[in-house]
């Protein structure tokens, strides 16, 4: 009766994967499709020429699969520009960029500090987050590409309201114990969309008529080496 056993493991292991494959989303599975085949060429084709992404991710010092395809899909399509936020490992110290914001080709973003965060006034001088990560890569390259406001910012809370809770101003009421209303956040989650409605703003800009840059983006772009 062991031989039996000794088959069907293999079996089993196997039909375990496909569920997982077959069944994403199901329990604590979740896949993310194919960012070179699937998020986006979704993107590209709908119209879209930014792509902004607040993700987390457990690979540092690893260039994987993902910083690949933002890489790939960047050099085929280079009018479409991914910006990636650097991660929040910044704690542990050097090469804790995760990924793919250490792909060649996407934008990594880190955090700065520009406010107090007990008086929340504004610090004489911005300095790196300290949960902000930071480079080198794998191959040594320099990350984060640029930072932004990440620290104390102010975002859209949808949840129960906390009446003890000072970090959050209350909106209008929508049910008994819920409220739209905004929380004071940090990360390097939050510096990327900042970096992201800039480049909008100036990619906007820059495909006007006039074809002309704002002073604001003239002083980004010749930061970003556009």
């Known amino acids: 009766w062991f031989i039996p056993i000794i088959v069907l493991l293999p079996l089993l292991f196997l039909i375990n994967l496909l569920l997982s494959f077959c069944c994403a989303g199901v329990h604590d599975k979740l896949f993310v499709p194919s960012l070179y085949s699937v998020v986006f060429p979704k993107a590209y084709e709908s119209g879209a020429r930014i792509h902004s992404n607040s993700w987390g991710s457990h690979y540092r010092y690893h260039y994987s699969q993902t910083s690949y395809d933002v890489d790939a899909y960047t050099y085929e399509h280079p009018d479409f520009l991914v910006i990636l936020a650097a991660g929040n490992y910044g704690s542990d110290g050097m090469s804790t960029i995760i990924s793919p914001a250490d ?8 955090a700065m500090e520009y406010r107090d965060p007990v008086t929340d006034d504004l610090l004489a001088e911005s300095n790196l987050a300290w949960f902000s990560s930071i480079g080198p890569t794998s191959d040594g390259r320099i990350k984060p590409d640029i930072v932004a406001p990440g620290y104390g910012i102010k975002s859209a809370f949808s949840g129960s309201y906390d009446k003890d809770d000072s970090q959050m101003s209350t909106g209008r009421l929508h049910e008994k114990d819920s409220v739209c209303a905004v929380q004071s956040m940090a990360g390097t ?26 002073p604001t983006c003239n002083k980004y772009y010749q930061e970003m080496h556009f």
């Open 103 to 110: 792909s060649k080709n996407g934008l990594a973003v880190g």
């Open 189 to 214: 989650s939050m510096a990327t969309p900042v970096v992201t409605g800039t480049e909008v703003y100036c990619y906007s800009n820059s495909s006007s008529l006039s074809n002309q840059h704002s």
